[in-house]
């Protein structure tokens, strides 16, 4: 595997997304964005940026450069898991993709 995500985890994951965005009584989709951005800010506020707060010169290029590669990756992922709510919600209301959503809170 090496990339880390079992397929298993990734099938299901990208099912319950599709469920919960095609529901007839209740859609969550506007939910499902809300919580995919909130998910990736609180990752940002609590884990990177203690990580860069002590750090200075090229100490600190070196961990943003770690940390941009890491959220970048993460970054994939989520929207590979949510691709489903990235191609029918967002598109249906000319709304950024969550590849650009979450690379935008980065920056």
Not at 66 to 76: A, F, G, S, T
Request: one cysteine or more; charged letters at 20%; hydrophobic letters at 35%.
């Amino acid at each position: 595997k090496g990339n880390g995500i079992d397929n298993k985890i990734y099938r299901e994951t990208y099912a319950l997304c599709y469920t919960l965005c095609t529901q007839k009584t209740q859609n969550f989709a506007s939910q499902l964005q809300q919580r995919h951005t909130m998910v990736i800010e609180n990752y940002l506020i609590q884990t990177v940026l203690p990580c860069l707060q002590d750090k200075s010169n090229l100490f600190l290029l070196e961990e943003v450069n770690k940390r941009w590669n890491n959220h970048k990756l993460m970054n994939r992922w989520m929207s590979l898991f949510f691709q489903y709510l990235d191609r029918y919600h967002l598109q249906y209301h000319k709304l950024p993709c969550l590849r650009v959503i979450g690379l935008n809170i980065f920056i």
